[in-house]
C-alpha cells in the first residue's frame, strides 16, 4: 500500500522525505514514519503543527510552484532542487514571480537565438527564462503605453548583478533602433563601468555590488531604445579604507595596479596591489580566475565607447592612484596627544603632486584641527588615531565624488534628443546581508531590502486581490505579514535612524550613549528589538529575513558622514580641473526618479531643528527609500515584474551534485514564504482566496 509522505526537518539536509506506516490518531503524540533510506522512526508531533504534506510525484518539477497542491517550505525547495539538479533549469515562475537558482557557472541560454525564441512570445507558453520576464515587460510597455519596472532581489551573492545585465541585454536586442548610433551599445556599456568602480569581492561573491543602482532605460514611440539614466545610491565608502578578512577593495584599484608597469601609467607611481595599505588589508588581493589588466582593458574600452577619451580616463585613474597613496601616508604619533606627518614622505608628495595640492598644508592639517568659538580660533592637535581618521575620511570623501562624476558623466552620455514616450526601470540593489560583523552599511543595505520585501508584498497581494474582485469571486480580506513594524522601529519617529540623527548633533556624542538610549528605548519594549547577552556594544534586530547583530562602534561617524571643513578648503585651491564641481557648497542631490515625478514620501520625514545641519546618510536613506517605494505613486507610475534569485551551494559529492541549501539563508529560497513565526500566515492566505491563488487552473 502507498501510504501518505510528508517532510520531517533535518539538522542537514533541512528536510527529508517520510511514508507514514500507520494511521495517524488525532491525539497521537508521535508518528510512525519510514524514511527513504529504510529506517524506521517514532517521529514526535505536536498535534497543532503536523509535518508538511509532501505533493504527488506528477507534480514534482513543475515549471510554476503555483501548480503544487501543496505549496510550503520543503515542497518549494524540493521543486527548485529537483528542476535544478536534475533537469538543470535554473528557473521557475511562481505566478508572477521568476525565481533563479545561481549555478555559479556560465550557462549556453542567453544567445541572440534565444532572444528572438522569447521575444513576441506569451509567459506561460516558454519555458521559465529571464527573457520571459525582459518580454512580458515590453510588451506590456508596448500594449499599454504604461511604464514598467523589473525589480531584482535576491541574498549577497545570489546573481542578481547579472540577471539585470540579462534584462538590460534583452531589451536592447530587441528594440533595435536603426536609426541610433550604437544607442544600446551605449546603455550596455554602462555595466562594466559600474562594476569596475562599484563592484568588490566579499566573502559571499567575487563580484558583489557594493551600491544599489537603478537604470530607467528610455524607448520612443515606436518601443525603440533611445537613451537610459542610471541612478546609484549607497555606495559602501567604507570599503575604499577598509576591507575584511579575503575580500578586496573596488575591482578599478585591483586593475590599475595590474597595469603599473604600462608606460602611459609611470606617472601614477603605483606597483603591486599588495604595496598599499588600501588593497592588501583583506590579505586577498587577487580573485580565482580573474585576469586584472584584462579587465583594465576592458573599462578602457568601455569609457571609450561611452565618448569619456584618454583624458578623462587618465583623469580618473590619477585620482584613483592619489587615494591609494594617501592610505600609505605614515602618520606618526608624537606622545599621546598629538601625531605629525614627515614632508619628505614619499607618498604624500606623490599625492600632493598627483592632485596639485600643497603638501606642507595638508601634512599640517591632517594632523590639526581648526575649533572655532564665537570670540576666537583654536588650532588643536590631533591623536594619531585621530589622524588616521581624518585621512581616512578624505580618500572616502575623493572615492564618493569620483564615483558620483563617473556616473554622472555616463549619464550625460545616454542622453538624448527628445522626450522619452515610456520606459523600463531594472532596479539591482544589493542583497540582505549579515557577516560576522556587521556595521552602518549592512544596517543600511538590510533596511533598504525591508523597504523592497514591503513593496514586493502589497504589489503581489494586492493584485491577487484586484483579480478575485474583478473574477467576482467569494474572498475574505486576510491581512498577509507585514513587515511595517521593523519599518517603523527603523525609521520612524524616536526610531534607531532619529535617535542615531540626535546624538550625531551633541558635540559629544558617541557610539556607546547612542547604544544605550537604544537598550532604553526599546529593549523589553519591542519585541523585533534584542540586547545580545554577551555584549553591550551591540544590538540585533529581527529583519523579516533573519535576526542580524549590529556592532555600535562607527555609526556615528559613518552617518555623519564628514571631513573635516578645513581639508575640503586646501582641495579646493587645488589646480586639478576635475576638482572644479567636485567640492561644491551645495551639490545636487540626485533623487532616485527624474524631476518631472512628484514624489510623495511615504512617511513624513522628520525636518531638523538646525537648519545649517548637513544631511545624515541616515536621513538620506529614508529620503531615497521612501521616494522610490511609495507604494500608491509607485503603483500608478509602474508596473512591477519580480525576479528572486537563489543562491545554491553546490556540494561535490561522488554521486550527482546535489543541490545544498544552507538552512542559515533558507528565507531567501522560500521568498515570498518566510521562516519566522509568520511562515504559515503567508502560506496559509490561499484558504480565505479557496485555494484559488495556489492553484487556479
Given at each position: ?408 558623466r555616463i549619464n550625460q552620455s545616454l542622453q538624448f534628443p527628445g522626450k522619452q514616450h515610456t520606459f523600463i526601470g531594472v532596479l539591482d540593489i544589493y542583497g540582505f546581508e549579515t557577516f560576522d560583523v556587521n556595521s552602518f552599511e549592512q544596517f543600511c543595505i538590510n533596511y533598504a531590502n525591508e523597504k523592497l520585501q514591503q513593496q514586493f508584498n502589497l504589489h503581489v497581494f494586492k493584485l491577487e486581490q484586484e483579480e478575485y474582485m474583478k473574477e467576482d469571486i ?145 536621513s538620506k536613506i529614508v529620503k531615497i527609500l521612501n521616494s522610490y517605494t511609495p507604494i500608491d505613486d509607485f503603483e500608478k507610475r509602474v508596473t512591477p515584474s519580480f525576479v528572486r534569485k537563489v543562491q545554491a551551494m553546490l556540494n561535490n559529492r561522488e554521486d550527482v551534485p546535489q543541490l545544498m541549501l544552507d538552512t542559515k539563508y533558507l528565507f531567501q529560497v522560500t521568498f515570498p514564504f518566510t521562516p519566522s513565526a509568520h511562515a504559515l500566515e503567508t502560506i ?14
Amino acid at each position: 500500500a502507498h501510504w501518505t509522505e510528508v517532510w520531517i526537518p533535518h539538522k542537514e539536509e533541512v528536510w527529508q522525505s517520510a511514508e507514514i506506516t500507520k494511521n495517524y490518531k488525532a491525539g497521537d503524540s508521535f508518528l510512525h514514519v519510514q524514511l527513504e533510506d529504510g529506517t524506521e522512526l517514532n517521529y514526535i508531533v505536536d498535534p497543532d503543527a503536523l509535518p508538511p504534506l509532501r505533493n504527488p510525484d506528477i507534480l514534482v518539477g513543475e515549471n510554476d510552484l503555483t501548480a503544487l497542491s501543496y505549496l510550503h517550505e520543503p515542497a518549494v525547495l524540493h521543486n527548485l532542487k529537483v528542476r535544478f539538479v536534475e533537469s538543470k533549469l535554473i528557473y521557475t515562475y511562481s505566478g508572477i514571480i521568476l525565481v533563479a537558482v545561481n549555478p555559479y557557472k556560465q550557462l549556453p541560454i542567453y544567445g541572440d537565438a534565444i532572444i528572438h525564441a522569447y521575444s513576441g512570445q506569451n509567459m506561460g507558453d516558454m519555458d521559465p527564462h529571464i527573457f520571459a520576464v525582459a518580454e512580458e515587460a515590453y510588451k506590456q510597455m508596448a500594449r499599454n503605453n504604461k511604464n514598467q519596472s523589473i525589480i531584482v532581489s535576491g541574498e549577497s551573492g545570489a546573481g542578481k548583478t547579472v540577471s539585470a545585465r540579462y534584462t538590460m541585454r534583452y531589451f536592447a536586442t530587441v528594440s533595435k533602433s536603426s536609426s541610433n548610433a550604437h544607442v544600446e551599445d551605449k546603455v550596455l556599456a554602462s555595466n562594466p563601468i559600474t562594476e569596475a568602480i562599484g563592484n568588490a569581492k566579499t566573502t559571499r561573491n567575487d563580484n558583489s555590488s557594493r551600491f544599489g543602482k537603478y537604470t530607467e532605460i528610455s524607448f520612443d514611440q515606436s518601443y525603440q531604445i533611445i537613451g537610459a539614466n542610471m541612478r546609484t545610491y549607497l555606495l559602501e565608502k567604507s570599503r575604499v579604507v577598509f576591507q575584511s578578512e579575503n575580500e578586496r577593495n573596488y575591482h578599478i584599484f585591483y586593475q590599475l595596479c595590474a597595469s603599473s608597469m604600462l608606460p602611459e601609467f609611470n606617472h601614477l607611481k603605483l606597483g603591486s596591489a599588495e604595496e598599499f595599505n588600501y588593497t592588501r588589508m583583506g590579505g586577498s588581493t587577487v580573485i580565482e580566475g580573474v585576469d586584472d589588466r584584462a579587465n583594465m582593458v576592458e573599462t578602457q574600452k568601455t569609457f571609450a565607447l561611452l565618448g569619456l577619451k584618454g583624458d578623462f580616463q587618465m583623469d580618473v585613474f590619477k585620482m584613483l592612484a592619489a587615494i591609494l597613496h594617501l592610505g600609505n601616508v605614515e602618520i606618526a604619533a608624537v606622545g599621546d596627544e598629538r601625531s605629525s606627518i614627515s614632508l619628505e614622505d614619499k607618498h604624500l608628495n606623490i599625492f600632493c603632486e598627483l592632485l596639485d595640492l600643497s603638501c606642507d598644508k595638508m601634512a599640517r592639517w591632517l594632523c590639526h584641527r581648526k575649533i572655532t568659538t564665537t570670540s576666537e580660533t583654536v588650532i588643536k592637535p590631533m591623536t594619531r588615531a585621530q589622524a588616521v581618521n581624518a585621512r581616512d575620511a578624505l580618500a572616502k570623501k575623493i572615492y564618493s565624488h569620483l564615483f558620483d562624476f563617473i556616473v554622472e558623466r555616463i549619464n550625460q552620455s545616454l542622453q538624448f534628443p527628445g522626450k522619452q514616450h515610456t520606459f523600463i526601470g531594472v532596479l539591482d540593489i544589493y542583497g540582505f546581508e549579515t557577516f560576522d560583523v556587521n556595521s552602518f552599511e549592512q544596517f543600511c543595505i538590510n533596511y533598504a531590502n525591508e523597504k523592497l520585501q514591503q513593496q514586493f508584498n502589497l504589489h503581489v497581494f494586492k493584485l491577487e486581490q484586484e483579480e478575485y474582485m474583478k473574477e467576482d469571486i467569494p474572498w475574505t480580506l486576510i491581512d498577509f505579514y507585514d513587515n511595517q513594524p521593523v519599518i517603523d522601529l527603523i525609521e520612524a519617529k524616536m526610531g534607531i535612524l532619529e535617535l542615531l540623527d540626535e546624538e550625531c548633533l551633541l558635540p559629544h556624542g558617541t557610539d556607546e550613549n547612542w547604544l544605550q538610549k537604544l537598550y532604553n528605548n526599546f529593549v523589553n519594549k519591542n519585541a523585533l528589538f534584542e540586547k545580545p547577552r554577551m555584549s553591550n556594544t551591540s544590538f540585533i534586530i529581527q529583519h523579516f529575513a533573519d535576526k542580524v547583530e549590529y556592532k555600535c562602534e562607527g555609526f556615528l561617524e559613518k552617518n555623519r558622514d564628514t571631513v573635516r571643513e578645513v581639508l575640503i578648503e586646501i582641495l579646493k585651491e587645488s589646480k586639478f580641473h576635475l576638482f572644479e564641481n567636485f567640492f561644491q557648497d551645495n551639490p545636487v542631490s540626485s533623487l532616485p526618479f527624474s524631476s518631472t515625478i512628484s514624489i510623495k514620501s511615504a512617511r513624513p520625514v522628520l525636518k531638523s531643528p538646525n537648519k545649517q545641519l548637513r544631511m545624515t546618510v541616515g536621513s538620506k536613506i529614508v529620503k531615497i527609500l521612501n521616494s522610490y517605494t511609495p507604494i500608491d505613486d509607485f503603483e500608478k507610475r509602474v508596473t512591477p515584474s519580480f525576479v528572486r534569485k537563489v543562491q545554491a551551494m553546490l556540494n561535490n559529492r561522488e554521486d550527482v551534485p546535489q543541490l545544498m541549501l544552507d538552512t542559515k539563508y533558507l528565507f531567501q529560497v522560500t521568498f515570498p514564504f518566510t521562516p519566522s513565526a509568520h511562515a504559515l500566515e503567508t502560506i496559509q492566505v490561499p484558504s480565505s482566496f479557496k485555494l484559488g491563488f495556489l492553484t487556479r487552473v
